[in-house]
């Protein structure tokens, strides 16, 4: 079975106070194209993992994981607006993104120990 639109909504609160709002809509043809220009096909994959953190330590850990950007990945980091930082990851496909991901955990261990844990035991 095909689908024919992808919503996904999410609006994270600190204190009551909005710090992040993300809205994706689009249509399965929309979405076959932008793969479709990226490269990546119909296995890319885009996960949207957000960290909460103090701004000293993300002015620490976004410039390595920027520099992941490449090779069939592209990645975004967005600074939130009460510390913190949002991570968007686009991978040509599974392979890569989970390749990804693991380095960027590794990056990230130093300040968050918990993420030396294997994730397939989570």
């Known amino acids: ?3 024919n ?5 999410i609006d994270v609160r600190l204190d009551g106070e909005l710090i992040l709002r993300e809205r994706f809509d ?3 043809e929309s979405l076959g ?3 479709a220009l990226s490269g990546s ?3 890319a994959c885009s996960p949207t993992p957000s960290s909460f953190h103090p701004p000293p330590i993300g002015s620490a850990v976004a410039p ?3 520099a992941l950007h490449g090779d069939g990945l592209w990645v975004g ?3 939130l607006r009460r510390g913190g930082w949002s991570l968007k990851f ?3 496909d599974a392979v890569r993104l989970r390749q990804a991901l693991r380095d960027a955990r590794k990056i990230l261990v130093p300040h968050f120990p918990q993420l030396a844990c294997d994730p397939r035991k989570l």
Do not use: Y
């Open 1 to 3: 079975m095909s689908w």
């Open 5 to 9: 639109r992808l919503c996904l909504e």
């Open 26 to 28: 689009q249509s399965g």
């Open 33 to 35: 194209a932008l793969a």
């Open 41 to 43: 096909g119909p296995a």
């Open 64 to 66: 390595p994981v920027s």
């Open 77 to 79: 980091v967005s600074a």
């Open 90 to 92: 686009v991978a040509r």
